[in-house]
């Protein structure tokens, strides 16, 4: 599972020529480094690279392409490494192409609402930079102190608040990309409509790096939310939170984030990050909810009415509401404390799944009465942005590499059974490449297939993420 491996060299040949792209800083070979940059948050093997690429510009980002293509040497893309499908983890002999030093917020239009960034950005400094502008970049999800807008975009990520602005897919107006052949692909569109022919970004957005490399992006900004509300609603039953959410949609139409927490999350998260319990009795399951908009008082006030009466028919067992920033702050750590859950269940299966609202509940009982028959020294929790449909399971700590199998072989097949996604986030990489067919279906395989082979024929560019290569090298 997680060991690290020993790297196989690069030619010299190729090595003098990378260090005239990029001089010798910006061409790394030591250990220290290359173990720092030896895997993401999957389970995926750890790898030392053979070499660290740091390009400083898109140019020499291309240009390191078409040196590796001509020697057939496969590169790995890395961004913050906070991906949880391996797909930045280095193979055996693969160098790694950094973003981190394409750092540079290159404009904020004020006027028509863009960012121009480089993919390395940072995404909670992007967001921190275009709030100061009064402006704001609706993403957000856990890994925002590490992961960068290029490696969102790569991944197509998700996040808290999906159910009010989109994936990074309806957040991305323009893009530039390196092609694995050393051409410059530069389509930094900032108009919002653009019916000019195959919108050939989406190519290169959820790919997983498989096509490209992303520069540059040009992101779509929406006006600084200046009021904020949340609450924690305990809830009978999953039923109830699928009318709660109909309900709030309606009725709220300022509703950001609408995140579902199993009873089994909510008792790790209380265990794990040392939480107070916010309710004096357990329930089965647990509703965070947050709006967005222009005027504190009065959306609170709208939030609080609507969520007690709620609680006086029934469909709400108890809630609380924040009547402050810091007490929003305390009802997100519950939801929050997955990122030290990562951490403490390793080794661990992280799903990301796509399930139709109608099928929700039954999944989860089914996926839970299984897990837990068959691994009952494990801990599996449920929760995720139910809003979308999308359920997270975390199990773990599982004590073999075949134990995990085992685990993901039983959810990937109760998530075909029901027609749903087996990534609706975090993408394929490597870890889910085996299941992708309970998803996606031959022809749209032999497709993506097809353009693969036609962006990089020499087959070096994060070969073997999502499908298994067709070419080698
Ligand atoms: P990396 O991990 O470095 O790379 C991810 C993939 O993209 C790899 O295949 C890599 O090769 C490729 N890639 C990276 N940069 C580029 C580029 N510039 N061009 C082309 N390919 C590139 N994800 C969600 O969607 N929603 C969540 O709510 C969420 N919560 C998380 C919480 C925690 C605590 C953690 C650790 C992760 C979470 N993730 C979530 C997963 C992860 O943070 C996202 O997938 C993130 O978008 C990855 O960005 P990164 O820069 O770290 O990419
Ligand atoms: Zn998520």
Redo the contacts with the bound molecule.
């Keep these: 599972m997680a060991e690290i491996e020993t790297p196989a060299g690069v030619a010299n040949e190729l090595r003098d020529a990378l260090r005239s792209v990029l001089g010798d800083a910006g061409v790394v070979s030591d250990p220290a480094l290359l173990a720092a940059r030896s895997g993401?948050?999957s389970e995926a093997t750890k790898m030392p690279p053979a070499l660290v690429l740091l390009p400083r510009t898109p140019q020499q980002v291309a240009d390191v392409l078409a040196l590796c293509a001509r020697h057939r040497q496969r590169i790995?893309?890395?961004?913050?490494?906070?991906?949880?499908?391996?797909?930045?983890t280095p193979a055996p002999a693969e160098v790694a192409l950094s973003?981190a030093r394409?750092d540079r917020i290159e404009d904020i239009d004020a006027v028509g609402g863009t960012a121009t960034v480089q993919?390395?950005v940072?995404?909670e400094e992007l967001q921190a930079r275009v709030e100061s502008q009064d402006w704001y970049f609706p993403l957000?999800?856990?890994?925002?102190g590490?992961?960068?807008?290029?490696?969102?975009?790569?991944?197509?990520?998700?996040?808290?608040r999906v159910i009010r602005y989109g994936?990074?897919r309806e957040l991305v107006q323009g893009i530039e990309?390196a092609l694995p052949d050393g051409r410059l692909l530069t389509m930094m569109n900032r108009v919002t409509k653009n019916t000019t022919g195959v919108d050939l970004k989406h190519l290169?957005i959820g790919?997983?790096?498989?096509l490209?490399?992303?520069?540059r992006l040009v992101l779509k900004l929406s006006p600084r939310p200046t009021a904020s509300s949340a609450a924690l609603c305990a809830l009978p039953s999953f039923e109830a939170a699928t009318r709660l959410v109909r309900d709030m949609r309606r009725a709220l139409p300022g509703l950001s984030a609408f995140e579902v927490m199993w009873s089994d999350f909510m008792e790790a998260a209380q265990e794990i990050g040392g939480l107070r319990p916010a309710f004096a009795e357990a329930s089965p399951v647990y509703a965070l909810v947050e709006t967005q908009g222009a005027r504190q008082e009065e959306d609170r006030d709208q939030l609080e009415r609507f969520l007690g009466e709620a609680l006086e028919a029934g469909s709400v067992s108890d809630v609380v509401v924040a009547q402050s920033q810091g007490d929003a702050h305390r009802l997100w750590a519950y939801r929050?404390t997955?990122?030290e859950m990562?951490g403490q269940l390793k080794p661990h299966a992280a799903f990301?799944v796509g399930v139709p609202m109608a099928a929700m509940d039954s999944f989860v009982r089914t996926v839970r009465d299984a897990l837990q028959s068959r691994f009952p020294a494990q801990r599996h929790l449920f929760f995720g942005?139910i809003g979308d449909g999308n359920l997270?399971v975390l199990s773990g700590p599982h004590g073999s590499a075949e134990s995990l199998h085992r685990v993901e072989q039983l959810v990937y097949e109760a998530v075909g059974a029901v027609g749903g996604s087996i990534s609706?986030?975090?993408?394929i990489?490597v870890v889910k490449k085996e299941f992708l067919h309970f998803t996606r279906s031959d022809a749209e395989l032999e497709l993506m297939r097809s353009l693969k082979a036609l962006l990089d024929p020499a087959g070096i560019l994060?070969t073997g993420?999502v499908f298994a290569p067709t070419t080698s090298v």
């Design positions: 993401d948050w790995v893309v890395q961004g913050g490494l906070t991906g949880l499908a391996g797909g930045a973003l394409l993919a390395g940072v995404l957000d999800l856990g890994a925002r590490s992961c960068q807008v290029g490696g969102n975009a790569a991944t197509n990520a998700g996040g808290n994936t990074m990309v290169f790919a997983e790096g498989t490209g490399v992303i520069t929050e997955i990122g990562l990301d942005h997270h609706a986030e975090h993408g990489g994060n993420r």
